[in-house]
């Protein structure tokens, strides 16, 4: 009822969606079609950016309801993400497989958490608060008094 929204949904680690993992479901497919805007974090230095731009979205415009999509991996510190991808054993005792296997992941974290550090900034967004115009009150004005019995409903 045009009111706005912000709605955060958790999903299964980026390297594991699409792929049967578990309570991976295809939201953003469901979701699109109910909200005015949505995103998926994709790197952990866009979590504030894109939660930024969804209260910007939510607000704008006719006022609704918004969806972020944030996932698991991007939730949880580095060195936790980095303990659950790295492959167990010896690294000099792996197969070429196993250690493109090893770069390709590496280099996901990297992607995953380059930027995050950076100081990024805090401040809140502006308010806007719509006001009504001179002739708009003049007309309100007139409706009043010559309303019988008039009745303002203000929230």
Request: aromatic fraction near 6%; glycine fraction near 6%; include cysteine.
């Amino acid at each position: 009822a045009q009111s706005p929204l912000i709605l955060l949904g958790g999903a299964a680690a980026s390297l594991s969606k699409n792929r049967g993992a578990l309570q991976d479901v295809d939201q953003m497919s469901v979701m699109k079609t109910i909200v005015k805007w949505s995103a998926t974090v994709v790197r952990v230095k866009d979590i504030v950016p894109i939660l930024k731009q969804a209260f910007v979205e939510a607000q704008s415009g006719v006022p609704g309801p918004v969806f972020v999509e944030l996932p698991i991996d991007k939730l949880y510190p580095m060195s936790t993400v980095l303990k659950e991808i790295t492959p167990k054993g010896e690294p000099q005792k792996a197969s070429f497989v196993k250690k493109c296997v090893n770069w390709y992941l590496n280099r996901y974290v990297e992607m995953t958490f380059g930027g995050a550090f950076v100081p990024q900034d805090p401040s809140p967004l502006p308010v806007s608060l719509p006001l009504a115009s001179s002739s708009q009150l003049t007309s309100i004005t007139k409706l009043l008094q010559d309303a019988s019995q008039p009745v303002l409903l203000v929230g």
